[in-house]
């Protein structure tokens, strides 16, 4: 099976971890909502962290301590603490609004972290990029539709979170410039254990076993999302793989109907429209500039030797 695997062109490969991820992202939210039905969310984010923790210390303890050695432990302190407000606000938007608007307004990651990077990184955003984060935002207001009989305060929540995943996101990119993969996971969970337990324990109630079966499940297929989509990325474009980023959209929405009965409201579709395209332009436009950027740092040669001659095209 691997073989067979490893024969398939790049573009199916991440297709594959994409779909796969995408899967394992909304089986994910869906076994949030169950078990925030039965403890509290802030309990559900210390149990997540837990069990997440004890999935991944073996594998990166693996190769040794001095693997993991880092001295860049307050990046690593303030990364878990932006983490632990993503993960706080997304676990309560799932557990208090339909699952289809919760995943729709939690789609604006890239648009805030396009805004963070060009306020803190000083990183130049041009006018499609500026156009495209605007039509994002609009997007956002139809879906909440502020001063409607039918907006709550709870639409907040995953717009929140969705702020807080960009700001961990430009912590990780410090981060990856001098730390491994492993030991950034291995730290958040290593912190943001006994951080989320504090405030679990004001809203602690021992959970029964479905219960725990649950929350071990949101651990499993939270770690194989970030499995399948490091894959993904690493095989091909990100620009190719991010788009398959959405298709947990209609996913979560076809289960939460079966589950739950919750039929999306028809605002959703014009909301997640402009959400979801200024999103994928923006990637696409950084995918473009990145390869431009390249080729430039490459040089002059670079570019007439990515031009194969005739004699060597047959």
């Known amino acids: 099976m691997r073989s067979w695997f ?7 490969q991440a297709t594959i971890f994409a779909v796969i991820g995408s899967i394992t992202a909304a089986m994910s939210s869906v076994l949030i909502r169950l078990a925030t039905a039965e403890i509290d969310p802030l309990q559900a984010v ?3 962290n837990f069990f997440g923790l004890i999935m991944i210390a073996p594998f990166a303890l693996r190769y040794g301590f001095a693997h993991i050695r880092t001295r860049r432990l307050p990046m690593f302190g303030l990364r878990a603490l932006l983490s ?11 557990a208090y609004l339909p699952l289809a608007e919760a995943t729709t307004l939690n789609f604006t990651v890239p648009l805030f972290g396009t805004f963070l990077a060009a306020v803190f990184l000083r990183e130049t955003i ?3 990029r500026i156009a495209a984060l605007l039509a994002g935002f609009v997007g956002v207001i139809i879906v909440i539709r502020p001063g409607s009989q039918t907006m709550q305060l709870a639409s907040l929540l995953p717009v929140i979170a969705a702020l807080c995943m960009a700001c961990a996101g430009l912590t990780i990119k410090s981060l990856s410039k001098t730390e491994n993969s492993t030991t950034i996971v291995l730290y958040m969970m290593v912190l ?10 004001f809203v602690w109630q021992t959970p029964d076993l479905p219960t725990l079966g649950l929350l071990v499940g949101i651990a499993v297929f939270a770690n194989l999302t970030q499995i399948c989509n490091t894959n993904a990325f690493r095989v091909y474009d ?7 980023n959405y298709l947990r959209l209609p996913i979560v929405v076809a289960i939460a109907f079966v589950m739950f009965g919750e039929i999306p409201e028809i605002w959703l579709l014009p909301g997640a429209g402009l959400i979801i ?11 473009k500039l990145a390869k431009e950027a390249d080729r430039i740092k490459r040089g002059p040669s670079a570019a007439t030797s990515d031009i194969e001659p005739p004699s060597k095209r047959r």
Not at 84 to 94: D, E, I, K, P, R
């Open 192 to 201: 943001m254990t006994p951080m989320t337990l504090i405030p679990a324990l």
């Open 84 to 94: 632990m407000g993503a993960m706080t606000f997304w676990f309560s938007a799932l």
């Open 126 to 128: 041009r006018k499609y």
């Open 277 to 287: 395209g200024s999103a994928l332009f923006i990637a696409r436009r950084e995918a």
């Open 46 to 48: 210390f149990f997540r």
């Open 238 to 244: 990100y620009s190719f793989v991010v788009g398959f």
């Open 6 to 12: 490893s024969g398939l062109p790049p573009y199916l």
